[in-house]
């Protein structure tokens, strides 16, 4: 992330799920209030020029989202869509089995907590990401029709904080209530030892049976976290912008890993399961970006 900027991996999805709601075939594997809600926030991040507000703004915004796709990987912005949405599955389920709370940690522009929000204000719903990306969506929220009482937007200077120190000095976040902790497109950008902190965090100050909801790049070989179909502007864009990938781990060896700080794996969705289990059959040869997979795992 760029000093003082929101985030540009952020911006990027939320503008790619913006462009998929546009694509004729493809539009509708995009839930109509997941659609709404981006909208939402789409209209808050782009400047003047690519503004969807006017029509000109809307037709340069799909240009260059359009482009942004080919110049990296095909099926980019349906894999968020995709990931999103197995996502909200794993949530809903952990809700249904007993959670009473919701953490999103690097929560970036998604709508995932204004959309569980809105089926269940009585679920405490926080959201933890760095002051300059939070800004831009807390004002996007004040401007919506809803209102959001039960979520909590907490800002997160790692210069200054901790994850762990945040959440235990917060009124809203109960460490003895069963939880739901996600972090979506974030584990990629963290130190091994920083995913075992916050492995270790959710076993000591979290309720029995909490869940573990995130996304992980899988180890295509030593060392090498990028998406498998990736082209090479990919690896310089996020040099640019500061966010490179920096952890990754094999599909095969995640449970093992999980073992080890007190977790049971219980789902574990790759590219292939993503086109089988939400995918209309009319898309199901969509191209979709491959190497970052989606895991369920829960205290043991």
Known sequence: ???????????????GIWWVTKQKQI?????????ELNFEIVKQINPKLFSVKTKIGKWLLKIKTSIMQKASINGFYLHYVLRKRCIEEFVRSGINNGAEQIIIL????????????????????????HPNTQKLKHIAMENMIQTFENIHLIPLDLKQDTMQNLLLSNPHYDSSKPSVFIAEGL?????????RDILKFIKEHSGIS???VFTYMEEQNKGNYQFKNA???????????NEIFTW????????TFLKQSGFQLLLNKSHT????DFLLEKNKNSPLAIGENIALAQLK
């Open 106 to 129: 690097g929560a970036g522009f998604d709508t995932l907590s204004m959309r569980i929000s809105k089926d269940l204000p009585n679920i405490q719903i926080i959201e933890i990401d």
């Open 27 to 35: 539009s509708i594997e995009v839930p109509e209030l997941m659609k």
């Open 273 to 276: 399961e993503l086109r089988l």
């Open 1 to 15: 992330m760029k000093k003082n900027k929101p985030s540009s991996t952020a911006i990027f999805i939320a503008n």
């Open 210 to 212: 909490s869940q573990f």
């Open 231 to 241: 082209s090479r502007v990919v690896n310089l864009w996020l040099r640019f912008k």
């Open 248 to 255: 990754g781990i094999k599909k095969t060896q995640l449970s």
């Open 187 to 195: 584990t990629m950008y963290l130190a091994e030892i920083e995913i």
